[in-house]
């Protein structure tokens, strides 16, 4: 007997809907919001900040991602109790910090300091939470290719995170290719990897198989 699940044959249209409409929603959204947001310094929080024309849109759309990934990651990792709390965290931080929203690019608008806060505070957590994410995934995850696409995405979400604070001026670019990558890996785990079991799992297998 083999200590892995098998592959989830099953398909996340919605989840790929909303992935595609986030993609689209990033470049074409931007043209009908604030005068000064540009797509190559100002990020997706931006876009759905504080006195933002359509920001709505922006949220509405982080809000429901975070929503239907988490039922979609329940469904697969039911049993990978530690990837799906962290998934948890990664989803619920990913809601708050649309909840929550940024300041307005404009900062001499008024605007609620502590709800600019607070964003900053869910987005650092679902940045960290992903990277946990990536990282747990990679030890449960069966095959060697698997685990090394999990830890490449990892990494390459650090360093797309860390080349936000270097060059500030493309942290609207950095940010688009972050989100594209993760939630792509993403669908692309929900549909594709197979999980190791738990040891408590793997063994009343094979006790149940003994009988």
Not at 11 to 36: M, N, Q, R
Not at 128 to 145: D, N, Q, T
Not at 164 to 188: A, C, E, K, P, V
Request: aromatic content about 18%; hydrophobic content about 50%.
């Amino acid at each position: 007997m083999k200590g892995y699940r098998k592959k989830q044959y099953k398909d996340h249209p919605f989840l790929c809907g909303l992935y595609i409409t986030l993609i689209v929603i990033a470049f074409i959204l931007p043209f009908f919001s604030d005068p000064e947001y540009s797509i190559s310094k100002h990020t997706l929080y931006e876009l759905g900040a504080q006195k933002t024309p359509y920001n709505w849109i922006m949220n509405f759309v982080l809000i429901l991602l975070g929503l239907i990934s988490f039922v979609n990651g329940f469904r697969i990792l039911q049993k990978q109790r530690v990837q799906l709390l962290i998934l948890l965290v990664f989803c619920l931080s990913l809601v708050l910090s649309a909840i929550f929203l940024s300041a307005p690019i404009d900062r001499k608008l008024v605007f609620d300091s502590f709800q600019n806060e607070i964003h900053s505070v869910f987005s650092i957590i679902t940045g960290i939470s992903f990277c946990a994410y990536s990282l747990v995934i990679s030890f449960a995850a069966r095959w060697r290719s698997q685990k090394l696409m999990a830890l490449f995405v990892g990494i390459i979400t650090l360093i797309g995170s860390f080349l936000m604070f270097i060059h500030s001026d493309y942290r609207g670019i950095y940010q688009r290719g972050i989100f594209m990558i993760t939630f792509g890996w993403i669908l692309y785990s929900f549909k594709y990897y197979e999980y190791v079991y738990a040891k408590k799992e793997y063994f009343k297998l094979i006790k149940e198989n003994q009988k």
